[in-house]
């Protein structure tokens, strides 16, 4: 279970760090940005299946936190935050590109070609390979959840209302996605933790 | 053996969304429950492995965190000329400005209207002269009038004529008092 007080310290910092922001001291958004921007970034690759649109959404989102930091709930996670807004601008970009969520082959195609993996011992390497590729050929919706979840943190009562659903669906998404990602991992020789 | 309270309750424990209730007794429930624990436990588990936030993450180019640090970095601040005040107070008051400023200006432009047209109306009231049309119809009631005392007048000679043929005797019969004699 995730540990309550770590939580709660983490906010804390944030705090500080986003006072100094506001406040006008570079060195309050640079510790921020350094912070939140790998876990940002690679939310955006894993929705989006390509990088140079995620490039484009990240700015997009940083520059969006930036006009609406006067109206940032101070009691609320930073991160939490930063991913909505994240979300949103994916979303958008969705919408008005009327471009449908790839299909489970489209995303396995783009995986290869597209996902920079960063350089570690060979064993770790390959279960993170398989892993993103197992959650890539998630259904969108399920997928969606499942990022929100595990890389932003958001309770499952925001998740449901940022995707504009009931709580039970949005449990229920999360409930298949976690089992077909299991089922990707046998598949793939990964059995178990 | 499969739980459904895994389904309503587990990932919301997992989470540390259920209130503090419902937190208890699903507490006690996997306890008992064998299939809900294992659940957990694998769940757990992977949030801590397979699905830590490090296994997707991903560094942005360098041209990125330059770009965003250069634009972010100094938040907007209020100047001296605006006030810092939430947006949608600002918004109302501006609406309100509008509203105001519009109601006003056609009032006042309508009741300059409205006062031209009775000074208009008025000044053509106390004026003497008339319009060619009112003259020639003014001419013409003259003529009439004319015409009509002429026609009282033959109707007046007329009845003159009458009375006096109604006094005049009997044609042929002349008074005459010889005769008798």
Redesign the interface.
């Known amino acids: ?2 540990d ?1 007080a770590d939580k709660e310290a983490d906010k804390k910092e944030d705090r500080v760090f986003f006072d100094l ?2 406040k ?1 001291d ?1 060195k309050g ?2 510790t921020i ?1 350094d912070k939140y ?3 940002l ?3 955006l ?2 929705m989006t299946c390509d990088k140079g649109l ?2 484009d959404l ?2 997009e989102t ?2 969006a ?3 609406n ?2 109206q940032f709930d101070r009691n609320r996670s930073l991160l939490s935050w930063f991913f909505g807004i994240a979300h949103k601008k994916a979303i958008d970009h969705f919408r008005h590109a009327k471009v449908e969520f790839e299909h489970q082959k489209e995303a396995e195609k783009s995986v290869g070609s597209k ?2 993996v ?1 350089d570690k011992d060979t064993e770790n390497k390959r ?2 390979e398989l ?2 590729e197992a ?1 890539l050929t998630l259904d969108p919706l399920q997928r969606e959840v499942f ?1 929100l ?3 932003g943190g958001i ?3 925001d998740i449901a209302k940022t995707m504009g659903c009931p709580i039970n669906t949005a ?2 998404r ?2 298949l996605a ?1 089992r077909n ?1 299991r089922k990707e ?1 046998e598949k793939r020789g ?1 059995h ?2 | 053996m499969v739980c459904n309270q895994w ?1 309503e309750k587990g ?2 424990f ?4 259920l209130n503090d209730t419902d937190f208890a007794e699903y507490k006690a429930h996997i306890e008992t429950c064998e299939f809900c624990k294992k659940e957990l436990d ?6 801590i ?3 830590a ?1 490090a ?7 360098a041209s ?2 330059e ?3 250069r ?7 209020p100047t001296a000329t605006t006030f810092f005040i939430p947006a949608f107070i600002k918004n109302t008051i501006y609406a309100i400005l509008v509203l105001t400023v519009g109601f006003g200006g056609g009032t006042y432009f309508m009741g300059v209207r409205i006062a031209s047209k009775a000074k208009k109306q008025d000044s053509n009231i106390v004026k003497n002269e008339t319009t060619p049309v009112e003259s020639e119809i003014a001419g013409k009631t003259v003529d009439i009038a004319s015409n009509q005392d002429q026609i009282n007048d033959s109707l007046r000679s007329n009845d003159t004529l009458i009375k006096r043929e109604n006094e005049i005797p009997i044609k042929g019969a002349i008074p005459v008092e010889l005769k008798n004699e």
């Open positions: 279970m995730i309550q922001w506001m006008g570079p958004f640079s940005y921007k790998k876990r970034f690679g939310f690759i894993k995620a490039e990240m700015q940083f520059f936190a930036l006009r930091a006067h996902i920079d960063p279960i993170r892993v993103n959650v990022l979840r595990e890389m309770a499952f009562k449990l229920g999360m409930r976690l990602i991992l990964v178990g933790v | 389904d990932l919301l997992s989470a540390n969304e694998v769940y757990n588990k992977e949030k492995t397979l699905f936030p296994m997707f993450e991903e560094a942005p180019p990125v965190d770009e965003i640090i634009v972010c970095s100094n938040p907007v601040k």
